[in-house]
């Protein structure tokens, strides 16, 4: 298992910029893909963006293609979401998730906590 503690969430303006991170616990971290879903309540999960275990390659959600930008760094275990020109459509718990296929899918083995983000005027 690779625990995940997800941080950096809050409240910004629309247009604004925040930037999510995941730190992982676990000896097998660098081996495994590792990405951010978020959701709205009462709507379905949306896949956001996901990273390779090498960091080179990385995969996007339509919407948030072009503003959101996905990194990792492996010395220090930890996986970054940097978000910009945010909208209210934003709006959504964030997860940090984990495993071993880089894929668009919500399958996932291991999920963090998740961190609220509100994009709000």
């Known amino acids: 298992q690779v625990p995940l503690v997800e941080s950096g969430g809050g409240l910004v303006q629309p247009g604004g910029s925040l930037r999510l991170s995941c730190a992982a616990s676990?000896?097998?971290?660098?081996?495994?893909?590792m990405g951010w879903i978020r959701q709205v309540p009462g709507k379905d999960r949306e896949f956001v963006a996901a990273?390779?275990?090498?960091?080179?390659?990385?995969l996007y959600g339509g919407s948030v293609k072009g503003r959101f930008t996905i990194s990792r760094d492996n010395a220090k275990t930890t996986v970054y979401l940097q978000m910009n020109s945010l909208n209210p459509e934003d709006t959504a718990v964030y997860f940090c998730?984990?495993?071993?296929?880089?894929?668009?899918?919500?399958?996932?083995?291991?999920w963090g906590q998740g961190t609220q983000v509100t994009v709000s005027s």
């Open positions: 990273v390779s275990w090498s960091g080179g390659t990385t």
């Open positions: 998730v984990a495993g071993p296929n880089l894929d668009y899918g919500l399958g996932y083995e291991v």
């Open positions: 676990g000896r097998t971290f660098s081996s495994y893909a």
